[in-house]
């Protein structure tokens, strides 16, 4: 309760993992049979890249790093580095 009434909504809903999670499952039932657990691991890694990514760069769709930085003990707020 000690973040903003704008956020505590978002903080609790599950919406973003229930979605990466069908994401992944939907990837990987394209797939279907993996070789080793290394192929698995490297899809789901890209799959995770690929959604870092975009939740950096769609700043208005759930939090953006400015109204989080404003309940930050650390007032620099960043973008972290993007894998090349």
Known sequence: ???????????HSTNPIERLNGEIKRRTDVVGIFPNEGAITRLIGAILLEQSDEWATQR?????LETIGSVSDNPTVSLPAVAA
């Open 1 to 11: 309760m000690h973040f903003p009434a704008a956020h505590r909504a978002k903080m």
């Open 60 to 64: 208005a769709r759930y939090m953006t």
